[in-house]
């Protein structure tokens, strides 16, 4: 697995980007597909038919990358998750474009 995590410096509110991409979450022992609904450095919007609650911590892979994050909000299917360290714009287009 690649480490899709930048350097700490990016910028603290880049822009969201549009997606549809699936990924696996791992947390608490159990494994979900899930999909991200969009995208920026520091976090993403997903969808997921039994969500992680507030708070869990995830580690998401897709397209041999992972990163680790938390849950930061859930509202029925979709949540949102902030990541432990900033995604490098490179594991962002990989994420988006699907590799």
Known sequence: MTDLTGAAGERRHDPRRKMF????LRFGGMVARAHFLDLSCLGALAHCETPPGAG???IIEAEGMQASGRVIWVNGKRFGIQFN????????DVWIEGG
């Open 21 to 24: 991409g699936p990924v696996a």
């Open 56 to 58: 869990a911590y995830l």
């Open 85 to 92: 360290q900033p995604l490098t714009r490179h594991a962002m």
